[in-house]
């Protein structure tokens, strides 16, 4: 089935440390995007490529670091710069209609 | 950049009522407004969406109304069912990037 795998689907991690949740789409898009939402802050964009080797910053990019070496995977590393990294993370992609494609999200919480 | 207000933030219906969500937003170059359903632990889905060329549009028992002049758009459920019960997100477009509003969780009730 066509769609967008994110994992692991809930992670912990230590203060101090790096972690790395993995997108990967097979709808060949070109466009994908990292966003994180917050209870009652609704959706927000923290990274974003629009093609293979190129991304840009969205609005709160600060503590984060993303690669895009391949089409189908958009990986996010959450640094230990990044002060309240507790949340949920949502990968998307977009499609050629306009419509993004979510994958099923990713909780880390900090310990 | 583009705001986008979403209300209420919490809308509670009997089964078989209707149920709106309101969204206002501020960029006048926004021309797509698509709104997305997320259920418990699980990614948004899209369940409609409007450009700026149209005023409404309807699908089965959804429907959403866009009023460019006002800068807000609306998204109507009618003839509710538990199913309905979820967090729903509007959303505003200007190229490539997309806006969203703070979420409206809808419970409905039997």
């Known amino acids: 089935d066509g769609g967008i795998t994110q994992s692991p689907k809930y992670l912990f991690r230590k203060e101090g440390q790096n972690v790395t949740l993995s997108c990967e789409q097979n709808?060949?898009?070109?466009?994908m995007y990292w966003y994180r939402q917050d209870p009652g802050q609704g959706l927000r964009l923290i990274y974003y490529?629009?093609?293979?080797?190129?991304?840009q910053k969205g609005d709160i990019a600060e503590g984060y670091s993303v690669s895009r070496e391949k089409k189908e995977s958009f990986p996010l590393t959450v640094t230990s710069a990044q002060k309240n990294p507790t949340a949920f993370y949502l990968c998307?992609?977009?499609?050629?209609?306009?419509?993004?494609?979510f994958g099923e999200g990713s909780r880390l919480t900090v310990l | 950049g583009e705001n986008v207000e979403q209300h209420p933030s919490t809308l509670s219906v009997q089964e078989g009522d209707s149920a709106v969500i309101k969204c206002t937003y501020s960029d006048s170059a926004s021309n797509y407004f698509p709104w997305y359903k997320q259920e418990l632990g699980k990614g948004p889905q899209l369940i409609i969406d409007?450009?700026?060329?149209?005023g409404e549009k309807k699908d089965q028992r959804i429907a959403v109304t866009l009023n460019k002049t006002a800068k807000h758009f609306s998204l109507h459920i009618t003839e509710t069912q538990p199913e309905d019960s979820a967090v729903y997100f509007c959303?505003?477009?200007?190229?490539?990037?997309?806006?969203f509003g703070t979420g409206t969780r809808l419970q409905v009730t039997l």
């Open positions: 959303a505003a477009s200007t190229a490539s990037k997309l806006t």
């Open positions: 998307a992609s977009h499609g050629q209609s306009g419509e993004l494609f």
């Open positions: 409007i450009r700026s060329n149209v």
């Open positions: 709808l060949n898009h070109d466009a």
């Open positions: 490529s629009q093609i293979v080797n190129d991304f």
